[in-house]
């Protein structure tokens, strides 16, 4: 009976007054985290279009809670695009009767999110913390070795 059950919803934002260029450099962060991470991250950054983004992500948990009945600290994000959209074209004027051509791009935006307790599978691959610890221990000893071996010989900072 779990695997007919929906597992998955999503939201939609259109006609955003932003480059997806700018948009993109923002929802790499986001992807693939959790719902309460995910608000924390966004509401830390100091970028414009992590406005949109709030709203879109809250209307994802709404319809969550809404269509599968599900807890917020139970989702996450498991895709999440920006596209491209219309331009509106302007022309500027400028000195001695010329003009200046003026874009102002617009993108949509998609986020879908996955209820995990749903489905257990998914649960236990996100989620085991003995591969996370695993990763952050060898992480660790990795960037603190190339940090002994770059500032203990004093080669970097040579006066001529």
Request: charged fraction near 30%; proline fraction near 3%.
């Amino acid at each position: 009976m779990l695997k007919n059950r929906k597992t998955t919803v999503y939201a939609l934002e259109k006609h955003i007054s932003m480059s997806a260029h700018k948009a993109r450099r923002v929802i790499d962060q986001i992807r693939g985290r959790s719902y309460e991470e995910t608000l924390m991250i966004l509401e830390l950054m100091p970028y414009r279009v992590c406005y949109p983004f709030l709203k879109l992500i809250y209307s994802a948990a709404a319809n969550a809670s809404s269509n599968l009945d599900s807890n917020e600290s139970n989702l996450i994000i498991i895709q999440a695009e920006v596209v491209e959209s219309t331009t509106a074209k302007k022309l500027k004027p400028r000195a001695r009767g010329r003009s200046f051509p003026i874009k102002r791009s617009t993108c949509h935006m998609g986020i879908v999110v996955k209820d995990i307790s749903l489905d257990e599978y998914i649960e236990i691959d996100f989620l085991s913390p003995l591969r996370w610890s695993k990763k952050l221990k060898s992480k660790k000893k990795y960037t603190a070795g190339a940090y002994r071996d770059i500032y203990s010989n004093g080669g970097v900072w040579d006066k001529k």
